[in-house]
Structures are given as structure tokens and as C-alpha cells.
């Protein structure tokens, strides 16, 4: 990746003929910033989620009430508005059966729970996901995809074919088997041992822990791939094997040689699959092994609201309307670094 | 290519291997067992129960025992053992001796529903899903391949935005969000089809489409990446050069070569489309294999764990194996390495 800038040395006696101005040099990464910025739907994108990491940050002061607040009496209250857009939802005073409660701009739940406050904290939850979900794939499988590249030999194959058993694995399946070992066998253990101290952590992240680290066991494997890909071409290149020849120990040529590469497409498919790793935690709240209530997530929301779809379309809906907004941004950016990276590709896929 | 296919029958055989072992591990390191219930039963009935289903004895050997029971064919004479216990997935008549049956694949008895056994639940629960399953590949495929051949030849134009702006959309709508939402608005409100329930053709319809729609994006998309860098290659001018129609340069030259990524990923949905998803299942309320995935799992069901583990898996490796040879006849380059 050198540009003019690394080497302005070499080019100044140019520029001085030349031109009397100062050249100022492009790097890739600022072209292809440019590029992002004018992408608008990837700017779009963009901005969903940056107003749902403010809204995750500043929960507290956003929602109008806490998100365990019930209120019994309030049990699936709806203000006036929607039961407008959703002509099923009659009213009692018109002989339907929707209790109308305006002090809910979106309604409650069957618990009388404030269902914004309830979206506003979830978004909590679901960030958290598209953070650290991808942050623990890439570092599993920079660290596995790094060794069996740079190694090679037996280790990358032994390395490979366990990534590709891995693949065969139904992923949904192994991530339901890991929950229910996390959940059914970590409560019953007895305090001092690092398994307790392990639940006690993912009960005060209200059990966010054990859906990291159930992405974390399943989704390494891509990244690995691509990782190991990069590193084998990588590591053939003529200034990979001037820095060995001047020299210099390999965890210098891996950091400062290799690394720079291949970071580029790491963090693109990384972003592509954010996605993915929210409605992975969506799917596992829906079915019941994901976070632990009464801790509000987008996905359990949806499965209790499906229940009652019929009657009250709103408390399905709504939070699947904040979940659809935020993977929709997602698949936007990613779409858009993609773009922005590697400009041969643009409008291909 | 005889080495080939013996090579990826191995390979597929190493996998099942791999993955029954690993389930059958991590089922066993969750804590409890079918039988921890939550009143608790009297100790000598929990020991006779262990007993009776080998649940007692050492790991490995329960481990042997299982998958002897499946992969072993057995032939039987007289009449048939009323036990469940003996209760096989193919029965082939023999034509010779007393009754004698070829007997293979016992998937052995459902610890929670004794008088089933994971048999029973294939039987009656795997064609629900199979039939669902089907259906939404159909929309998967005719939706998304013509979506994406059409915004490839209409490239940068206001169909191609369209349609890819609708695979974007469609890619973002997890089937939890989208079930509902259809479920609602063709269900609740337009009341054109049945909100859920399974056996008429009309309530086909709406789980095949949230089954189908997601994963047609993803074709979509794919269909066109790949159909664009069929479009650039040389043969395709040498095609256009010879003055063909463009229908038959698309059609004839260019579609099969860029079905190869589309084929790669319509593998591994052939075989979680066929056995069952739980979300869809459980929404539209169809009586299909999604929920034993979950519910034995909880359950503890160490049986239809691994039965519908196996059973996932069988479809998968069988998937993957079969596209491998899609490869060789789309791709004669591959026969040749």
C-alpha cells in the first residue's frame, strides 16, 4: 500500500518543478472513504446505526420508563393512534376490545410494560451483538486462518478439515446444543469454581455472555477461511520475503506485513455478517435460550407478540420493524465498504 | 471420477462420524437427563428407566450400541417384535425363509413419548416438512434466479436498482420478523389465505413464501454478481462475434457457467429447507420436524437429539455430495483436475 504520501522525499524535487503547490497524495483508505461517502443509501445505512448506538448508549434517559415496569391493570393498552393503522384493533367504547391508554405512544405489552421503553432497550442488546459478535469471529479466526496459512504443512491441513467438518455442522443446531450446556449446566454449580463465576458474569449481563460466546463457537469459521486465503498469497510476495531476508522475526513480518493486507476484506464480510449475528441472537431470544428476562431483546418481543398477533398486531410489529431497520442499514454499509474497497467490483453483486 | 466419488462418500461418512460424536458428547455434558423431571422419580424406577434404555452403561459403549442400531442392517425371521425397541426405518422382504426381513436404521425409542419412536416421528413429521420444504425452494428459485438474470441484462438501469433494492430488503427480513408480518397482513387483514394450520393446499402458500423469500434475495444477488462476470468473459464476445441472438448467448452460453456459485449455496438450503425450521413451523402452527430440533434439546430427548442431528446432517452431506457432481457437468474444467 505505498502512496505518494509515504514518500514525499522522492517526489519533491518533481513538484517543485512541476508545480509550485504542494502535492498532497491519496491513500487507499481515504479514496475508498470518499467513495463510501458518496454512496448515499451506505450513508443511509450509516446513520441508522449510529442513532441505534446512541439510543443503545443513552437508554436510560431515552425511554420514558424503565423496561420492567408492569403495570397489570394496563395489560395490552394501546394509545388511540394505533388502533387507526391497524383497523382489527377496535376500541371498547366502539364495542371492540383494545383498552385505550394514551400514556403509551406505542402501546403495552400483556404485562402492562411501556413496549417503547421495551424497543429502546433492546436496541441495547442488539448492538452489543453486532459489536462483539464480529469482533470474537475475526479474532478466532485471524488467529486460527493466521496459523494455518503461515504454517502450512500439516497443521493447515489439519487446521482446514476441521473448518470444513465445522461447516457440516448444522450451526443452529450445535448453537441450541451449546445455550441449553450453558444454561442448564452452569446454574448448578458450586460458587468458587471458574464455571460459577462464569454464569454469575452472564446473569449480571442479563445472559448475554453465553450468546457471545455461542456466535464466538460457531461463526469463526468464514473468517478463518478468508484469513488463511489472504495470508497463503500474502506471505509469497516479494516484500514479505525481503523483510525475512533483512531479517526481521516473524511476528513483525505477520503485524506489520501481513496484517495490513488482509485486514481490508477481514472487516467488509465482517460487516456483511452482522446481519446474521443479530438475527442469531433474535432467533435463540425467540425460542427461549436467549437473553434472560426480563431483559427486553427485539427478538424475544417478537415471539411473545406473535403469540397475539391476531388482536394486538402492534407488539410484534413494532419491534420487528426496529430489527428490520437495523439489519437493513447493516446490509446497506456492508454493501457499500464493499464497494467502496474494491471499486472493480462495483455494481457486480 | 470413480476416485472422486469414492473419495466423497469417505469424506461424507468421516463427517457423520464426526458430527454424531460431537452431539453426542455435548448432549451428555448438559446436566440431566430425560428422566430428571421436576418432581423426581423414586430412585429404583430412575435406576430400572437407566437401565432399560443402556443408560447406564459407560459412554462409549452407548455411544457403539446407538450407532450399531442405525447402521447395521439386520435380517429377522418370523413374526415382527412388537417391541419398540426393534422398530426399523426400512423393512425389506426377503424372498426366502420364514418371513425373513432385511431390517435397517433403528433410530431407537423417544424418551419423552415412550410410545413413539424417533422412527415414528420421521414418518409422520419429516413429509410435512419435506412438502413445506419444497415448496419454498420452489419460491427460493423462481424468484430468485429470474430477479437476478433480469437485473444482470438490465444492468444499472431502473429495473436492476429495483429488483436489487428488493433483495436488499428481503435479505434484511429475518423469517421471525417476516412470518409475522404476513401472517398479519394476507392473514389477519385481507383475509386471502389461512393464517396458519396445515392440509390444504391454501395454507401452503404463506409459510413457503417466509421460508422462501430471504433466501431468494440472497440467489438474487448472487445470480447477478455471477451472470455479470459470466457476461464480460471472451467466449461470450466470441459468441456475440458469431452473431448469435442474445437470448441464446444468455440462455445457451452464459446461464450454465454462472450457476455455479448459486448451486454451491442452494446445497446446504436444500437440506435446512427439507427437515424443518423451527420458526416457521411454530408460527404457522405445522405439525413438521423445526420443533423437535428445539424441544428435544430441552428436553433431553437424547434419542431425537441425535436422530434429528443425524438426520440434518444426512441431508446436508447428501446435498453437498450432489452438488459436487452438478460441478463436474456445469464445469468440465473441474473434471479435468
Not at chain 1, 299 to 306: E, K, L, T
Not at chain 1, 316 to 330: C, E, T
Not at chain 2, 130 to 155: C, D, E, K, Y
Request: net charge positive; with cysteine; glycine share 8%.
Amino acid at each position: 500500500m505505498a502512496t505518494l504520501s509515504d514518500k514525499p522525499e522522492r517526489l519533491k524535487g518533481i513538484a517543485q518543478i512541476q508545480q509550485p503547490t504542494r502535492i498532497r497524495g491519496r491513500s487507499l483508505t481515504s479514496d475508498a472513504f470518499r467513495r463510501l461517502c458518496r454512496n448515499r443509501a451506505a450513508i443511509i445505512g450509516a446513520a441508522i446505526v449510529i442513532i441505534n448506538i446512541l439510543i443503545a448508549l443513552f437508554a436510560p434517559s431515552i425511554a420514558p420508563t424503565s423496561f420492567d415496569q408492569a403495570a397489570l391493570a394496563n395489560s395490552n393498552a394501546t394509545p388511540p393512534w394505533v388502533t387507526k393503522i391497524f383497523p382489527g384493533m377496535k376500541p371498547r367504547e366502539e364495542g371492540g376490545y383494545v383498552k385505550i391508554d394514551n400514556s403509551y405512544l406505542l402501546g403495552a405489552d400483556k404485562l402492562g410494560r411501556d413496549l417503547l421503553s421495551r424497543i429502546v432497550y433492546g436496541a441495547r442488546i442488539s448492538m452489543a451483538v453486532a459489536i462483539v459478535g464480529p469482533l470474537i469471529s475475526m479474532i478466532v479466526g485471524f488467529i486460527v486462518g493466521l496459523v494455518a496459512g503461515y504454517k502450512g504443512g500439516r497443521t493447515d491441513n489439519l487446521l482446514m478439515r476441521f473448518v470444513d467438518i465445522m461447516y457440516a455442522f448444522p450451526t443452529m443446531l450445535f448453537i441450541i446444543l451449546v445455550m441449553a450446556f450453558f444454561r442448564a449446566g452452569f446454574g448448578q454449580l458450586e460458587p468458587g469454581t471458574l464455571v460459577h463465576a462464569l454464569s454469575e458474569l452472564d446473569a449480571a449481563m442479563g445472559g448475554l455472555l453465553f450468546i457471545f460466546i455461542g456466535i464466538g463457537l460457531t461463526a469463526w469459521m468464514g473468517a478463518a477461511r478468508l484469513v488463511r486465503g489472504q495470508v497463503l498469497s500474502v506471505r509469497e510476495n516479494e516484500y514479505v520475503l525481503a523483510a525475512r531476508a533483512l531479517g526481521a522475526p516473524t511476528t513483525r513480518i505477520i503485524l506489520r506485513h501481513i496484517l495490513p493486507n488482509i485486514t481490508g476484506p477481514l472487516i467488509i464480510t465482517e460487516t456483511l455478517g452482522i446481519p446474521g449475528y443479530i438475527s442469531y441472537e433474535a432467533f435463540l431470544s425467540f425460542i427461549g435460550l436467549g437473553v434472560n428476562p426480563p431483559t427486553p431483546s427485539w427478538g424475544g418481543m417478537i415471539a411473545d407478540g406473535a403469540l397475539v398477533i391476531q388482536s394486538y398486531p402492534n407488539q410484534a410489529l413494532f419491534p420487528a420493524l426496529a430489527l428490520f431497520l437495523l439489519m437493513f442499514a447493516f446490509n446497506f454499509l456492508g454493501d457499500g465498504l464493499r464497494d467502496a474497497f474494491d471499486p472493480t467490483l462495483q455494481g457486480r453483486e | 471420477m470413480a476416485k472422486f466419488i469414492v473419495r466423497r462418500i469417505l469424506w461424507m461418512f468421516l463427517v457423520l462420524v464426526v458430527v454424531s460424536v460431537i452431539t453426542f458428547a455435548l448432549m451428555h455434558a448438559v446436566p440431566g437427563g430425560p428422566f430428571t423431571l421436576e418432581k423426581s422419580l423414586p430412585a429404583a424406577t430412575l435406576k430400572q428407566l437407566n437401565a432399560k434404555y443402556n443408560l447406564d452403561a459407560p459412554l462409549h459403549l452407548q455411544y457403539l450400541k446407538y450407532v450399531s442400531d442405525i447402521a447395521i442392517p439386520v435380517v429377522t425371521t418370523g413374526e415382527q417384535s412388537k417391541y419398540l425397541d426393534h422398530e426399523y426405518l426400512f423393512n425389506i422382504s426377503l424372498p426366502f425363509g420364514d418371513k425373513a426381513t432385511l431390517r435397517w436404521m433403528n433410530f431407537g425409542p423417544s424418551y419423552k413419548t415412550p410410545s413413539r419412536t424417533v422412527n415414528d416421528i420421521f414418518r409422520d413429521n419429516l413429509p410435512v416438512s419435506m412438502q413445506l420444504g419444497a415448496v419454498g425452494l420452489l419460491v427460493t428459485v423462481t424468484v430468485g434466479i429470474p430477479l437476478g438474470i433480469i437485473s444482470a441484462l438490465r444492468r444499472n438501469t431502473l429495473v436492476d436498482y429495483a429488483a436489487m433494492g428488493a433483495a436488499v430488503l428481503g435479505a434484511s427480513v429475518p423469517v421471525i420478523i417476516l412470518a409475522p408480518v404476513l401472517q398479519y397482513l394476507l392473514g389477519v387483514e385481507l383475509k386471502w389465505l389461512p393464517v396458519s394450520g396445515w392440509g390444504e393446499l391454501k395454507q401452503v402458500i404463506l409459510p413457503a413464501f417466509a421460508l422462501g423469500i430471504a433466501d431468494s434475495a440472497l440467489v438474487a444477488r448472487l445470480t447477478r454478481a455471477s451472470l455479470l462476470q459470466v457476461l464480460n468473459q471472451d467466449y461470450i464476445r466470441t459468441a456475440r462475434a458469431k452473431g448469435l441472438r442474445e437470448r441464446r448467448v444468455v440462455v445457451v452460453h452464459a446461464l450454465k457457467n454462472s450457476l455455479i456459485p448459486i448451486v454451491t449455496v442452494l446445497g446446504p438450503m436444500v437440506a435446512y429447507l427439507l427437515t424443518g425450521t423451527f420458526v416457521v413451523e411454530t408460527i404457522f402452527g405445522i405439525p413438521g420436524m423445526g420443533r423437535f430440533f428445539v424441544t428435544s434439546v430441552s428436553g433431553r430427548d437424547y434419542q431425537v437429539i441425535m436422530g434429528t442431528v443425524l438426520l440434518f446432517a444426512i441431508f446436508l452431506v447428501v446435498a453437498n455430495t450432489i452438488v459436487d457432481i452438478i460441478y463436474l457437468w456445469l464445469d468440465p474444467r473441474i473434471r479435468h483436475e
